[in-house]
């Protein structure tokens, strides 16, 4: 199922679950042309990334073949929904097989569409559809 894993990929980076994890620095650090003491909280934000165009061209755009054949190597610590490093996601591959299986049998025994079509993505601190994401749903002809 390596195609509905891409579309998965591309759905975490353009609205990843955990929008970011924070760090402490272990010692005094300048990054960006900032000074940052050491024992300062810092706060990664997937969204800096994911939506850097000099890493995921046309970042706006959905498109799970990005994954595929990217046109260029994406950097390490670049695509960070499940975090990275020493803390990185211990259940990712956990998540992989439930998402899976989530989409499998929803794509293959329903067909549906939404309420509201241009529904809005808010923060509750997750991702939520901000009317609840009402849909029409009916069983698949088998
Ligand atoms: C799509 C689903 C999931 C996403 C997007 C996700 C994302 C994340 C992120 C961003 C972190 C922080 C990583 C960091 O600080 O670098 C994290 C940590 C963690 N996740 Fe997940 N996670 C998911 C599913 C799961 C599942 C299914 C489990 C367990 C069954 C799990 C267990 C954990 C644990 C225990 C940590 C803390 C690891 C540590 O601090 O050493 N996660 N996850």
């Not at 994406?74 to 998402?99: Q, S």
Request: overall charge positive; charged content about 20%; proline content about 11%.
């Amino acid at each position: 199922m390596k195609y509905t894993w891409r579309v998965a990929q591309e759905l975490m980076r353009i609205i990843p679950p955990v929008f970011g994890s924070f760090r402490k620095a272990l010692k005094d650090i300048e990054y960006g042309g900032y000074d940052i003491p050491k024992g300062w909280q810092v706060y990664c934000v997937s969204h800096g990334t994911h939506m850097n165009k000099e890493i995921f061209e046309k970042p706006t755009e959905f498109d799970p073949s990005r994954f595929e054949n990217p046109s260029k190597p994406i950097p390490p610590y670049a695509y960070i929904p499940f975090g990275g490093g020493l803390h990185t996601c211990i259940g990712n591959e956990f998540a992989r097989v439930e998402v899976l299986t989530t989409i499998h049998n929803l794509v293959t025994m329903f067909e549906w569409s939404q309420v509201f079509p241009d529904e809005i993505i808010t923060r509750q601190p997750m991702p939520y559809p901000s009317m609840g994401l009402p849909i029409k749903i009916r069983l698949r002809k088998l």
